[in-house]
Structure formats: C-alpha cells, structure tokens
C-alpha cells in the first residue's frame, strides 16, 4: 500500500462547481499535511497547509480526519484557472522529516 | 517567487554521457531535495541533503549521486545515461528543520536520454 493514495481523477467541472479531494495516508505516525498544486510541465507550489481544526484560504477549505488518515481539499466557485493537479503531501514525525508526496488529483473547469 | 534555479531546463543526451543536473538556492536553506517525476505520476524522492556535507538517499533507487559542498548549491551526477533515466528532475530547498516544510521547488530540469 502507498504511503499517500489519491484519486488520480481528472475531476472535470464547469465553472463555478463546488469539488472535493480526498487524500489518505497510511503511517498513523504523520504529523503534517500540505495541499500543493502542480500546473502542467511546472513545478509544484504550496497551496495550503492543512490543520487539525481545518482552516480555508478564500475558496479553499481543507480538512484533517486523523482518526480515518485523510484529508480533504473543497474548493468552492471554480474557475478556469483552478485546472491543475493537487498533490497532497503529508510528513511522518519522528523520522527524517521528508515530505512524501501523493500521485495528484487532476482537476479541469471547463466554461 | 522562490530563489531556487535549475540548469538545464531540458536536456537531451545520448546512452553512456556523463551528465550533471544542476540546482542553486540563495535563502540560505539547509534542506534540500532531488525530485525525479515521469508524466501523470507521484514525485519520487531520490538524495536529500539536511546541509553541508550531508547527503541521503531516498526513497526511490537511482543510479545517481549528489554532493553538498555548498549550502547553496546541490547538483545531481549520472555517470553514465541510460534511456530509463528519461524523466523529470525537480530540485527543492526548504528552511524547517523539522515539520512545518514548506518546499520551494526549481522549474525542474527534463532529460531525454536516447
């Protein structure tokens, strides 16, 4: 089983549609949790960390479920620049600290 | 804009070439990372470094090696190319010595071995 699983989609959307991703992971042990977005053929780039009591960022919401081992991005009113995919990171604690990164869900708005 | 380069930004090179990837950060980051993703997939994390004179190996095998001379800069060496080395190479730095990363990733260097 991979340490991170996400649905690899495409989540295909028209404008202004509510969506959501989820992410688990398996090592009970992991302490911190990132949403990154990744546009194609570039870099990845933080989008939001994601904290126990959940926390939103303008139309991004993001949840932890620590006893279920996932979590969630909801991003609310899509646009068409929101098409990318979202790369769910999550860091073990007690260990070497290194960020393991999720295969990605990819996300198109479409007009 | 993160201050994280990588050179080339595309390379294509023939079986057997010694290449270097290389990766530049100026925030002064002690962590930093070489990322190897192919088209649709995970990052896969190949060398690590927590600073100077550190260097780790990650999760995924390779055939490459690192060095860290220089808290800046962390170039990635393939001693010999092979067509399954043909993929992504994404370099990042980051600044927490412990859990709250946030990466800065380079625009990444894409190599083509034929």
């Known amino acids: 089983r991979k340490e991170v699983e996400q649905d690899p989609g495409p989540f295909n959307v028209p404008e202004g549609a509510t969506v959501a991703f989820n992410c688990t992971y398996s090592n009970s042990a992991s302490q911190s949790f990132f949403w990154y977005r990744q546009d194609c053929r570039k870099e990845p780039k933080l989008l939001m960390s994601v904290y126990s009591s959940g926390n939103e960022d303008g139309r991004f919401t993001a949840q932890l479920n620590r006893a279920s081992q996932y979590i969630s991005l909801l991003i609310r009113d899509s646009k068409l620049s929101d098409s990318a995919t979202y790369l769910c990171?999550?860091?073990?604690?007690?260990?070497?600290?290194?960020?393991?990164f999720g295969r990605g869900t990819s996300l198109i708005v479409h007009p | 804009e993160a201050d994280i380069y990588q050179t080339p930004r595309y390379l294509v090179i023939g079986t057997g070439k010694k290449i270097t990837l290389e990766c530049s950060q100026t925030m002064g980051h002690d962590k930093m990372y070489w990322y190897q993703q192919d088209p649709g997939m995970e990052l896969h994390l190949i060398h690590y470094?927590?600073?100077?004179?550190?260097?780790e190996k990650g999760d995924l095998s390779s055939e490459s090696t690192v060095s860290r001379i220089r808290t800046e800069h962390f170039p990635l060496t393939l001693e010999s190319a092979r067509p399954s080395h043909t993929s992504q190479y994404l370099c990042?730095?980051?600044?927490?010595?412990?859990?709250?990363?946030?990466?800065?990733f380079g625009s990444g260097t894409q190599l083509s071995v034929l």
């Open positions: 470094s927590y600073g100077v004179n550190s260097t």
């Open positions: 990042a730095s980051s600044d927490s010595p412990t859990t709250n990363e946030k990466l800065f």
């Open positions: 990171v999550v860091i073990v604690s007690g260990g070497s600290y290194i960020p393991t």
